[in-house]
């Protein structure tokens, strides 16, 4: 059974850096996406960083480009997403996703509907 576990938001103000971790079990394929969404209420869900984890390969949403880096512990089957320079428009609740179906080459998809399997998501919330 597939699960997954995401920790470390909470509150920081508007500059400062913040680590989010997503802890998975269960089986994946060695080569496949995750990825580290965002939503505030009354939006959709929006990806900003996803990695196919054989390479891996990296992608940014234009967005959070520069600022934020995810990265992947396969010893621990563990993601992680460092944001540096928050802004108050990073204030919303963060979800991991996974992906167990291949997709082509390795490009990560970008729509929420994608992927399979979720996380509860952790809170983020920036003062200005």
């Known amino acids: 059974q597939v699960q997954l576990v995401e920790s470390g938001g909470g509150s920081v103000q508007a500059g400062g850096s913040l680590t989010l971790s997503c802890v998975a079990s269960g089986y994946f394929p060695s080569g496949h996406c995750m990825g580290w969404f965002r939503q505030i209420p009354g939006k959709e869900r929006e990806i900003i960083a996803s990695?196919?984890?054989?390479?891996?390969?990296?992608d940014y949403d234009d967005s959070v480009k520069g600022r934020f880096i995810i990265s992947r512990d396969d010893a621990t089957n563990t993601m992680y997403l460092q944001m540096n320079s928050l802004k108050s428009d990073g204030t919303a609740r963060y979800y991991c996703?996974?992906?167990?179906?291949?997709?082509?080459?390795?490009?990560?998809?970008?729509?929420?509907?994608?992927?399979?399997?979720w996380g509860h998501g952790t809170q983020v919330t920036v003062s200005s």
């Open positions: 990695i196919y984890t054989a390479g891996p390969v990296l």
């Open positions: 996703a996974a992906r167990r179906r291949s997709v082509f080459g390795s490009n990560c998809p970008l729509r929420s509907a994608a992927y399979d399997y």
